[in-house]
Nanobody, 128 residues
Framework: EVQLVESGGGLVQPGGSLRLSCAAS????????IGWFRQAPGKEREGVSC????????FYAESVRGRFTIFSDKAKNTVYLQMDRLKPEDTGVYYC?????????????????????WGQGTLVTVSS
């Protein structure tokens, strides 16, 4: 069974930082593409950032480029999303997901329909 557990969400002021963690069990994150998606209240889910550790390729949504960084720690079998200079529009439930196809299918986007396994989500609230 493939399981993903997100953590690190919470309440942060605009301009602040959070680091989200996606811990994998029963599989190695390097064998999958890992993506972060978010869903804001009343809005559709969108791809935020994805990574393939197999070739090091990454994707960032335009809205987060330069502020968010995705990276993996093989020793901990965990993928992180470092979020800096957070904005209120970053608020939402963030989901970690894994694609059995270990490389990014599209270098210019992350599509949720490509991802096979999903975590339960962690809430990020950016507010003053």
């Amino acid at each position: 069974e493939v399981q993903l557990v997100e953590s690190g969400g919470g309440l942060v002021q605009p301009g602040g930082s959070l680091r989200l963690s996606c811990a994998a069990s029963t599989f190695n994150v390097d064998d999958y593409a890992i993506g972060w998606f978010r869903q804001a209240p009343g809005k559709e889910r969108e791809g935020v950032s994805c990574i393939s550790s197999s070739d090091g390729s990454t994707f960032y949504a335009e809205s987060v480029r330069g502020r968010f960084t995705i990276f993996s720690d093989k020793a901990k079998n965990t993928v992180y999303l470092q979020m800096d200079r957070l904005k209120p529009e970053d608020t939402g439930v963030y989901y970690c997901a894994a694609d059995h196809f270990r490389w990014l299918r599209d270098p210019s986007s992350c599509h949720d329909y490509d991802y096979d396994y999903w975590g339960q989500g962690t809430l990020v609230t950016v507010s003053s």
